[in-house]
């Protein structure tokens, strides 16, 4: 159980233009999601978190115009990146909390983002 | 604030030797703590928590941790290594309250060597 999915796994885009990355739990409503960022061999950065319905919480320094994220339904939430530049390429992971089991975050498996 | 420290950042043991990754912490109350793993390109998976309770916590594949609150420490350990635990290991730390949220250290990376 608690299996959160990310589409796609991959990306290409060339620079200037937007991309969707999905995240997904699977066998539970996620009321909180969370996004991060990390950066070859370097740790993981929280950008924001998103509760179901409800606007998200960036953490200090993400830009909120350029990652948009969306939370719209408990098993759904969506990071978009807009007008995309190099310098977004990343391993973009996701997360999910339920009521269930508050303390713990269930990790999707990334979506890597090139920007050419 | 909370942070952790992850001191070492790349490990090299033989296999079948014993591991030990250390990881220290900041937090004002007792928090909680997780040790994740991450093969190159995956997401993470969870190895072990603690929570409250038995300081020596059990994790999955031959995993464990013991959390010392006198050294704010969360040392992962295991008695034997195998080449498949090869990858990058995260201790990470989450608040009570205030959304749970985590924070990371930055990575040990472990080699195994035959």
């Known amino acids: 159980g608690a299996v959160v999915s990310q589409h796609p796994s991959r990306v290409i885009c060339k620079s200037g233009t937007s991309v969707k990355i999905e995240c997904r739990s699977l066998?539970?409503?996620?009321?909180?999601m969370f996004w991060y960022r990390q950066f070859p061999k370097q740790s993981l950065m929280l950008m924001a978190t998103s509760n179901e319905g409800s606007k998200a919480t960036y953490e200090q320094g993400v830009e909120k115009d350029k990652f948009l994220i969306n939370h719209a339904s408990l098993t759904l939430s969506t990071l978009t990146v807009t007008s995309a530049h190099p310098e977004d390429s990343s391993f973009y992971i996701c997360?999910?909390?339920?009521?269930?089991?508050?303390?713990?975050?269930?990790f999707g498996p990334g979506t890597r983002l090139t920007v050419l | 604030a909370q942070s952790v420290t992850q001191p070492d950042i790349h490990i090299t043991v033989s296999e079948g030797a014993s591991l030990e990754l250390r990881c220290n912490y900041s937090y004002g109350a007792t928090p909680y703590l997780f040790w994740y793993v991450q093969s190159p390109g995956q997401g993470l998976q969870l190895l072990l928590k603690?929570?409250?309770?038995?300081?020596l916590v059990q994790g999955i594949k031959g995993f464990e941790a013991e959390f010392k609150r006198s050294q704010s420490s969360f040392n992962l350990r295991k008695p034997s290594v195998h080449w498949s635990d090869a990858a990058e290991y995260f201790c990470?730390?989450?608040?009570?309250?205030?959304?749970?949220?985590?924070?990371f250290g930055t990575g040990t990376q472990l080699k195994v060597e035959l």
């Open positions: 603690y929570f409250s309770g038995d300081t």
């Open positions: 997360s999910a909390r339920t009521d269930r089991y508050y303390n713990e975050q269930f």
């Open positions: 066998d539970f409503q996620a009321t909180t």
């Open positions: 990470a730390v989450g608040a009570r309250g205030g959304g749970n949220k985590l924070t």
